[in-house]
């Protein structure tokens, strides 16, 4: 889908993030060029900002000091006294510093070079075993959806192995999620915010006694993110009960009981939705553009390289937001303090000034510093996890169904903070 010149100005004009016809949802990219074209820095009918330029979008990642990311007044509105105001304004990706760094901190222990390592042998084993029995399946006759069948389920069980989720309770894992994650779509309506409160509450309850049989029963803290969490370093008891104040006097930090419950929901949520959305959104582009499928087949070195043109090219997580702190200026636009911002990392990551011909993929792309990671001090923390999942599981995948395709119209999630598939039907094709 494409504007003509007097459209593009229009749709510009009207832009209104809390009022989206449908074909934004299946094509948001046009949407996105009008407003890069005609009106970079939007002021829109709530007074907040939407902004679409790459140089724009990161000058304000540059300065968190000036647009914070903590969310107490801004959610209030929108969620009243809340679980799910309770959960968005205290789990990490809300928060600024000193906040921020310290939960940050604690998790990135858990996530260095060496421990992701670690997890490749069993991840390529549990993506063997997904291609197994999707194989399996096929010989049967059953059509395969690659979201639930393929790309929902390796997240899943990442996230559970780090928190250490036995796995016949991950069940509810996934719906809890896309509920509470629901709730951060710009407009929602009673019966989301109520299922967004209810997946909160069931998620806490269900936490609860996970940690108490963690505290009874730690785990390896380098590689175990809840006793780590928990004990929030490394030689602390994990049944300790540490009063916040006294653990920063004596040098270590330590999360409250709501900052503990909250960041383990905040780890599922932004390790499955945007991970499942990476895998899916990459092999349904893979079948819309066949001649970068034959090459990735035919080169699979550029695997890494291919992971990183899949995140520019449909970002999983599509908007972001700030708020300002003190009056600033954006693009030269004066923005009062107070007044919100929403990122569009979607549009950033198709601007040609930055990117040569945005709207083709191309996995051999380079330079290639796309945005879809955030930048900054609020830079996503599990992106190397994301990386290797994404890597990992689209080419073995392709390895084993070098001839797959769609079986039907993929099915949108129907959001615009984050872009991905509820449903891609999929034939799997003959086997090498």
Known sequence: MTFLPGQAAQIARDFDL???????YTDPFPYYQALREHAPVKCLPDGSYFLTRYRDIQAVYRDAATFRSDKTLEFKPKYGASLLYEHHTTSLVFNDPPRHTRVRKILSGALTVRAIAAMEPGLESLVDALLERMQTRTARGETIDLIEDFAA??????????LGVPHDERAPLRAWSL??????????????LAQG????AEFIDYLKGLVAQRRANPGDPQTDILTRLIAAEPGLPADAEVNPADAKAG???????????HNCIFILNAGHETTTNLIGNALVALTQWPEQKARLLAEPDLAA????EFLRFDSSNQLGNRIASV???IGGVAIAAGTGITLCIGAANRDPEQFAQPDRLDLGRNPNRHLAFGFGIHQCAGMSLARMEGRIAISRFLQRFPHYSLAGEPLRGGRARFRGFAAVPAALGATP
Do not use: M, Y
């Not at 409160?197 to 909160?200: K, P, S």
């Not at 040098?251 to 419950?261: C, D, K």
């Open 18 to 24: 809390r009022k989206l016809d449908t074909a934004f």
């Open 153 to 162: 389920a390796i997240p899943l069980e990442i996230i559970g192995n780090l």
């Open 179 to 192: 509920a509470i994650l629901g709730a951060l779509e710009p407009t929602l309506n009673d019966a989301q």
């Open 197 to 200: 409160n209810r997946a909160v």
């Open 251 to 261: 040098g270590f930090e330590h999360l409250s009981e709501a900052e503990l419950l």
């Open 305 to 308: 390289g291919a992971i990183e």
């Open 327 to 329: 009056d600033a200026e």
